[in-house]
Nanobody
Framework: QVQLVESGGGLVQAGDSLRLSCEAA????????MGWFRQAPGKERESVAA????????YYKDSVKGRFTISRDNAKNTVYLQMNSLQTDDTADYYC????????????????WGQGTQVTVSS
């Protein structure tokens, strides 16, 4: 069992940066692949980024490539999402998730989910 708690969301202006954190409670964090997802009001959930347990494999949604960076610190049981050059379209609730199987952009492979943190980007 893994409990995930996101933090770092907030209200920012377009062009600003935010760093989201997701801290995991559990002894086996380093064995999980991690992902970040988001859901905007009235829209379906979409994957944003994913990282393997070692950090050696990383995926990004096309629209965030070059702006967002996913990373992890297994010693701190934490995965991060650095978001730069934020756009109004990035406004959403952001969720981290843990997968026992594989780093993937497919939400079906994730076993544990956090409660989310809200990101609002104003123009």
């Amino acid at each position: 069992q893994v409990q995930l708690v996101e933090s770092g969301g907030g209200l920012v202006q377009a062009g600003d940066s935010l760093r989201l954190s997701c801290e995991a409670a559990g002894r086996t964090f380093s064995s999980y692949a991690m992902g970040w997802f988001r859901q905007a009001p009235g829209k379906e959930r979409e994957s944003v980024a994913a990282i393997s347990w070692s950090g050696g494999t990383i995926y990004y949604k096309d629209s965030v490539k070059g702006r967002f960076t996913i990373s992890r610190d297994n010693a701190k049981n934490t995965v991060y999402l650095q978001m730069n050059s934020l756009q109004t379209d990035d406004t959403a609730d952001y969720y981290c998730a843990a997968s026992r199987v594989i780093a993937t952009m497919n939400a079906r492979h994730y076993d544990y989910w956090g409660q989310g943190t809200q990101v609002t980007v104003s123009s």
